[in-house]
């Protein structure tokens, strides 16, 4: 945990895991608090995700994923208590604008203790990657 002002930061150093991974690219890359290092999934293909367990169900109050590259990245993020039922909190998955990073407030009540983010597609043709995620809540 790491508070940033006020919020704290519920993902870092939290474990993680992917659907792949780039050699030098791993999953823990992208919850490190290292803007210069990056998760990068290992191939261009659709489907590609991204998970972290935050090791005890938490409220999420708001999402922020920043990317290594400005780029219109399409995807959705969700949460679950158990790791099998999962609840959308964000969609992003027809989302035409260019962006480095985003930041979401989420549904008052969004409880998990899993969070993943499953990308659908994105403009640049480049393999999945995110350059940090930070969940806050309690």
Same mark, same amino acid.
């Given at each position: 945990?790491?508070?940033?002002?006020?919020?704290? *930061?519920?993902?870092?150093?939290? %474990?993680?895991?992917?659907?792949?991974?780039?050699? @030098?690219?791993?999953?823990?890359?992208?919850?490190?608090?290292?803007?210069?290092?990056?998760?990068?999934?290992? *191939?261009?293909? %659709?489907?590609?995700?991204?998970?972290?367990?935050?090791?005890?169900?938490? =409220?999420?109050? $708001?999402?922020?994923?920043?990317?290594?590259? =400005?780029?219109?990245?399409?995807?959705?993020?969700?949460?679950?208590? *158990?790791?099998?039922?999962?609840?959308?909190?964000?969609?992003?998955?027809?989302?035409?604008?260019?962006?480095?990073?985003? =930041?979401?407030?989420?549904?008052?009540?969004?409880? @998990?203790?899993?969070?993943?983010?499953?990308?659908? @597609?994105?403009? *640049?043709?480049?393999?999945? $990657?995110?350059? =940090?995620?930070?969940?806050?809540?309690?």
């Amino acid at each position: 945990v790491f508070q940033e002002n006020t919020r704290m *930061n519920l993902t870092y150093q939290k %474990p993680t895991r992917a659907s792949s991974e780039s050699v @030098g690219y791993e999953a823990s890359q992208a919850n490190d608090r290292d803007p210069s290092s990056y998760w990068q999934a290992g *191939n261009a293909a %659709p489907g590609a995700w991204w998970q972290v367990d935050l090791e005890s169900i938490i =409220e999420i109050s $708001s999402l922020k994923i920043s990317f290594p590259d =400005e780029a219109n990245y399409r995807y959705r993020a969700e949460i679950s208590e *158990n790791g099998e039922t999962w609840k959308v909190i964000t969609d992003q998955t027809l989302n035409t604008k260019a962006v480095k990073m985003q =930041e979401f407030s989420v549904r008052s009540g969004d409880k @998990g203790r899993f969070m993943r983010i499953i990308f659908t @597609g994105q403009s *640049n043709k480049k393999p999945a $990657s995110i350059s =940090e995620v930070e969940v806050f809540g309690k």
